[in-house]
């Protein structure tokens, strides 16, 4: 057992490597002076303008870091290693799901397929500023193409690759692409998952979709439009994908990227992202948090199709030199050891992964993780839920065996990066997500905007604006600021209750919205409650998160059906699969109810607090405004 006051002192090998040996000192420089601590980070890196001004807190909460500059993530994250002999090293590590198939590309190759597709972008009319859906596996291709949207400053919208047609078109349509960038199919536990089918359907009705370029990867069979659909290996032997690609030099502020991500109502938001700020975030957490560099081999098992995989597995590495490392496969196929093999096969230093999969292996027992050589490792880090005592302790004592820095850390989509960590040589509790980053101050809250006691919950709000932070949610400025800056003026509303103790440790307790964590993904339960109603039998439901050993939630369902229709077995298995193919595999309930009706208020609403209570067995709470029989 762990309890709050449990202090874990870094082992020594991670003392004596540490680029940051006095975190006390680090944090209490930046704490001194946070805009003077990022203009100091974002010196390291390359401008091809200087900023007038650090932060411009003028039109907040639509805050803008270092106007002026110009600048473009893809100078820092390539170009500017072509001049040093880091051309000729390995950038990216790549390993199929069929772990034979491995392709390597050194910073100096990369640099060519990013301008090969940049070329292909450019010659399909893609402009500065127009949005490019990719639609793609974790394989090589997904870095070329984000990387190319970015030096042509365009913006990416990364789909994670398991989301449906239905999601998918939502998301093609809300963004205005002309361009979609797939693949024939995508590898998932020795089956073929379909991706060019879904993008047909996604982009049947489609009024901005022009071009979409196919990327062969499984070799199955595809059916193509030639009025719209193009293989990849073929326009990349065209004259217009050869040659050099210049780096376009945006505005700091000009954005790069878009990701959705679920919110507490049904349309899912996106995220707005710009070039400056974000970089200099990702290259200075990498470095002081994460303690990752030039010779470092980077694993972050993340998928790019979330935030984690977009900054640490995408960019992050890149800026900082090192070699990143990217696996097809799931962590338990063919075995529950494919991981553990890679790392010692590879020579991993750093590994970022989710307190699902470390909670899924610890499952299977030591042995799979003991008959690997994997003393490589240096770096442990988990993100997207909290990552409990126990799998913290597994992770550090039979993955680390104890000579390794186990980094948890908190922040969300909007954040960009890091928010809250705990650096290598500070001192660790096993459950808390750490300290706020060098720059950065968080407090809890009561409803009223008071800092509530040392070990009290509340909601965990964000003091600082800092570099990576979003700009704005896309074509909602409004809902930017109704989401995040209503609640208590001047401070970020993170949307989680947590509690700080009283050595200055954060512990997140949950979301404090109706957003569920599922396996580390963020689900709105207004998206799942609207597939479930999209089923002909459904007259109306709920959804609530209830706790699951391995995937911190479990989705349950209560559903009330029309007249007509009987509540089974077969009948709540039909509903869990019209959610799987309608949303995604990963909303999937776990479990459905039938029940005769819901508990709402008078005014209509579904009061899910009150399901949660009772599904739990715990007190129902304060249910005044219940509406009666
Ligand atoms: C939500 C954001 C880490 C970025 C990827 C997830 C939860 C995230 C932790 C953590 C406890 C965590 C929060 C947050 N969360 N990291 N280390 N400990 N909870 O980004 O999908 O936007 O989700 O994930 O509830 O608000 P996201």
Partial sequence: MTDESTLIQPPQEVLDQANVQDWKALLERADADP??????????????????????????????????????????????HLTTARRNKLALIWVGEDTSKVRTFSYFSLNREVEQMANILLSMGVQKGDVVTIYLPRIPEIYFAML????????????????????????????????????????????????????????RFSPTVENVIVVRNTGSEVSMDPTRDHWYHELARLPIAQGHCETVQVDAEDPLFILYTSGSTGKPKAAVHVHGGYQVH?????????????????????????????????????????TAFMAEGSPVYPYPDVWWQLVEHYG??????????????????DAWVTKHDISTLRILVSAGEPLNPEAWRWFHDVVGQGRCSVIDNWWQTETGAMQVTSLPTMPKKPGSAGRPIPGQAVAVLDEQGNEVPAG???????????????????????????????????????????????????????????????????????????????????????AIGLPHEVKGNAIHVLVVLNTGYQGSNELAAEIRQHVSQTLSPIAKPDVIEF????????SGKIMRRVLRARALGQDEGDLSTLEND
């Fill in 456 to 542: 009290s919950d509340g909601f965990l709000v964000l003091k600082n604006p800092w570099p990576s932070m979003l700009r704005t949610l896309f074509k909602e400025p409004q809902r930017y600021v109704e989401t995040y800056w209503s609640k208590y003026p001047g401070v970020y509303l993170t949307g989680d209750s947590a509690r700080i103790d009283e050595d200055g440790y954060v512990w997140i307790i949950g979301r404090t919205d109706d957003v569920i964590k599922v396996s580390g993904h963020r689900i709105g339960t207004a998206e799942v409650e609207a597939a479930v109603t999209s089923h002909p039998a459904v007259a109306e439901c709920a």
């Fill in 282 to 322: 990702l290259s200075s957490t990498m470095k002081n948090c994460l303690d990752i560099h030039e010779a470092d081999r980077w694993w972050c098992t993340a998928d790019p199709g979330w935030i984690t995989g977009t900054s640490y597995v995408i960019y992050a590495p890149l800026i900082r030199g090192a």
């Fill in 148 to 203: 190319a949207a970015a030096k042509i400053g365009a913006v990416h919208s990364v789909v994670f690759a398991g989301y449906s047609s239905e999601a998918l078109n939502a998301r093609i349509d809300d963004s205005e692409s002309k361009v979609v960038i797939t693949v024939d199919g995508s590898w998932i536990n020795g089956s073929v998952f379909p991706m060019k089918k879904i993008v047909d359907d996604a982009v």
């Fill in 35 to 80: 805009v003077a601590f990022w203009e100091g980070e974002a010196a390291e890196l390359e401008w091809s303008h200087p900023w007038d001004k650090v932060l411009d807190d003028s039109g907040a909460p639509f805050y803008k870091w270092f106007t002026g500059a110009r600048t473009n993530i893809v100078s820092n994250a390539i170009d500017r």
């Fill in 348 to 365: 991993i230093n750093g590994m970022f992964t989710a307190p699902t999969a470390i909670r899924t292996l610890m499952r299977f027992g």
């Fill in 595 to 602: 029940v005769d009706k819901l508990p709402k208020t008078r």
